[in-house]
């Protein structure tokens, strides 16, 4: 990778070296995503089916597949991987299982009675990607809170064909129904619904630019009144490191990201430009034994490595750039961590591959990219739940509290708001 010596640069040069891929941002995206979200609305099914063959190359007679197809495919899957699905969602579900909703309920003055309450999302859209990595580890990422939370119809969509441990993965998470299509066509489809697919009320799931990009049209379309769980798009990383770090571990993880996709991004920061230079080493040692070699390269030649003069630097210069994922690898991780303030998912000490959290740790996997760190947080239980507030006053109460909200309203110059109260206060009085 690049090697920068970040006090060298000037603040603009300083902001470049933080840029993502430019494969993110391409302009072109947003008006093929646009052109697939109309012929899903306007020919349903037909223009799936299409897309699955244009795209997939996979002709499907049947969008749904059918209880007798989900058996067959989980009876194809072998016990090591059904032992692992079963470890992984065991930790998944303690985690998420902890996540669970504290209603509030509390006086706020006498009389005057305040709740804040939590409802499942009826109807949710599970985006899977698959492809050249299918991803059997966001099945439960997605299920399993969406079934902790009491989520009544859990829709899931991945790209044809579907691979047989995220088909298992699915039932073993509580799925039942599945269908065959991705890309920006299975987000539209979510959002608008078919004569197959269901609309849902919100569509969660990472995917690459394209997913990201329908997501995000969908969610602003004034047509369909969807949500979507965050802008998650191609897979990032950030190594903090200092010199005693093993640039093994280190190149290790960066190309665990790397292989995801050409548009991933893998970041090094470190105070130690020996630690650069032998972790490039083991990143050329390493990369020629990986069979996703081609893409991994493709995404290590938009990364970069930016040595600084010391570890608080380093976390500021992460903190800027806003890593999905940030591991750190220094003698004592931990103290860094107050410091931390963007990030979707932490990883500290040498231990501590990115890897774990992405299958089994029990943490959830779908987090923020592009920097939306600093303001968007990792997935978990609530994000499948609404919260809502709820406030009830006695006549005591109203009589207490009456004077302050017309004093308010009628500084406001909002008069109706005042005679709520007042007609209130009148009919008390007699």
């Known amino acids: 990778m690049q090697i920068l010596d970040w006090n060298s640069l000037n603040a603009s040069e300083q902001v470049a070296a933080l840029q993502r891929s430019p494969l993110i941002g391409d302009n072109s995206v947003e008006q093929k995503v646009r052109s697939i979200i109309e012929q899903v609305v306007l020919d349903g099914d037909a223009a799936i089916t299409k897309f699955n063959q244009q795209f997939d190359g996979i002709l499907v007679d049947d969008l749904a597949l059918s209880a007798e197809e989900i058996d067959l495919a989980c009876a194809r899957v072998s016990s090591k991987v059904k032992q692992a699905i079963a470890q ?6 303690t985690f998420h299982n902890a996540q669970a909703f504290k209603p509030i309920d509390i006086e706020t003055q006498p009389g005057v009675r305040c709740e804040l309450r939590s409802e499942a999302i009826e109807k949710v859209g599970l985006y899977i990607p698959g492809g050249t990595a299918p991803l059997i580890s966001t099945v439960m990422m ?14 899931l969509v991945s790209p044809p064909p579907i691979n047989d441990a995220i088909i298992y993965a699915a039932k ?23 004569e197959s697919i269901p ?8 995917g690459n630019r394209y997913v990201t990009e329908a997501k995000r049209l969908v969610s602003q379309d004034n047509r369909v009144s969807v949500t979507i769980d965050m802008p998650a ?45 032998a972790v ?21 030649k938009c990364s970069r490595t930016v040595v600084v003069s010391d570890l608080a630097q380093a976390v500021k210069v992460s903190n800027q750039y806003g890593p999905e994922h940030l591991i750190v690898q220094t003698d004592y991780p931990r103290d860094l961590l107050n410091s931390i303030r963007a990030a979707g998912s932490v990883f500290l000490g040498a231990y501590t591959p990115e890897s774990v959290g992405d299958y089994a740790s029990g943490t959830n996997h779908v987090l ?36 302050a909200v017309m004093t308010l309203a009628e500084n406001e110059l909002l008069d109706a708001h005042k005679n709520a109260v007042a007609i209130r206060l009148a009919s008390l009085a007699q």
């Open 88 to 93: 992984a969602t065991a930790n998944i579900e």
């Open 142 to 155: 997605l299920a399993l809170p969406a079934r902790i939370a009491g989520c009544d119809k859990r829709i």
């Open 172 to 194: 073993v998470c509580g799925i039942t129904d599945i269908y065959q299509v991705g890309g920006a066509q299975a987000i539209a489809a979510l959002a608008f619904g078919t």
């Open 199 to 206: 609309k849902v009320d919100k569509i969660f799931g990472p």
């Open 233 to 277: 798009g191609p897979s990032e990383v950030l190594v903090i490191a200092d010199a005693n770090a093993n640039p093994a571990f280190i190149a290790a993880d960066l190309l665990s990201q790397a292989e995801h996709g050409v548009d991933s991004q893998v970041m090094l920061v470190t105070d130690s430009a020996d630690q650069a230079q």
């Open 280 to 300: 490039n080493l083991q990143l050329s040692i390493q990369l020629a034994l990986l069979p996703r070699q081609d893409i991994a390269n493709q995404a290590l």
């Open 368 to 403: 923020p990219t592009y920097g939306y760190s600093r303001a968007v947080s990792s997935l978990s239980l609530a994000d499948f739940s609404r919260r809502f507030t709820v406030q009830e006053l006695s006549a005591e109460g109203l009589q207490n509290l009456g004077q």
